[in-house]
């Protein structure tokens, strides 16, 4: 089994839907939870950091992280076109990160 | 999936010396490759893009002159820590992007912590 599991989709949605990106995990060492956001060819931003479990929400954007199931989402409210991007995943334990492989996120006008 | 690889893993050096760090995609082409570093307990932060033949480019804050890239081929990138001081002790990760086949999926190396005497 792999530390981080993420499904690699494409997830295509019509402008507008609530999108939900997933990742669960193996280790329960993991304390530090982020998303990234990387279009084509382009370095991964990142969209949302979180410590230990609980919701964060920015904008848009909600992260939450559940330590018990081990087992973290990103919500997109209202989603555009222009969030049409690969979302990754990635987790330490300290100062080691591990990465999802990713979820293509296709949003059609 | 494909491979990323980097080398040394762990490096330790005197203050004052350079540092070379190597990425090498290893099944796959990559055009254009990232570099990351990432401070303990703190979230990964793009370095820099590094395209093959070309200039990196260096995000805000980043000394380019200080952390020299070279691209030189399709398959290894590397990263030059010059006159390097305990404040890069780091942890330092590079990524390839795979577009062979119809895919567009990045790929992370194994990471190299560099600590500075």
């Known amino acids: 089994q792999k530390e981080v599991e993420q499904d690699p989709g494409p997830l295509s949605v019509p402008e507008g839907a609530i999108v939900s990106l997933n990742c669960t995990y193996s280790?329960?060492?993991?304390?530090?939870f982020m998303w990234y956001r990387q279009y084509s060819r382009k370095g991964p931003e990142l969209l949302m950091y979180t410590y230990s479990s609980g919701n964060k929400e920015d904008g848009r954007f909600t992260a939450q992280v559940d330590k018990s199931s081990k087992y973290i989402s990103l919500f997109i409210r209202d989603s555009q076109p222009s969030d049409s991007a690969t979302y990754l995943c990635a987790m330490s334990a300290d100062s080691t990160l591990t990465f999802g492989k990713g979820t293509m996120l296709l949003v059609s006008p | 999936g494909a491979v990323v690889s980097q080398h040394p893993s762990r490096v330790i050096c005197k203050s004052g010396t350079s540092v070379k760090i190597e990425c090498r995609s290893l099944?796959?082409?990559?055009?254009?490759m990232f570099w990351y570093r990432q401070f303990p307990k703190q979230s990964l932060m793009l370095m820099a893009t590094?395209?093959?033949?070309?200039?990196?480019?260096?995000e805000q804050g980043v000394e380019k002159d200080k952390f020299l890239i070279n691209h030189a081929s399709l398959t290894l990138s590397t990263l030059t820590v010059t006159s390097a001081h305990p404040e890069d002790s780091s942890f330092y990760i590079c990524?390839?992007?795979?577009?062979?086949?119809?895919?567009?999926?990045?790929?992370f190396g194994p990471g190299t912590r560099l600590t500075v005497l």
């Open positions: 099944d796959f082409q990559a055009t254009t």
């Open positions: 990524s390839g992007w795979d577009v062979s086949g119809g895919a567009d999926t990045q790929y």
């Open positions: 590094s395209n093959e033949g070309s200039k990196a480019t260096y």
């Open positions: 280790n329960s060492a993991f304390q530090y």
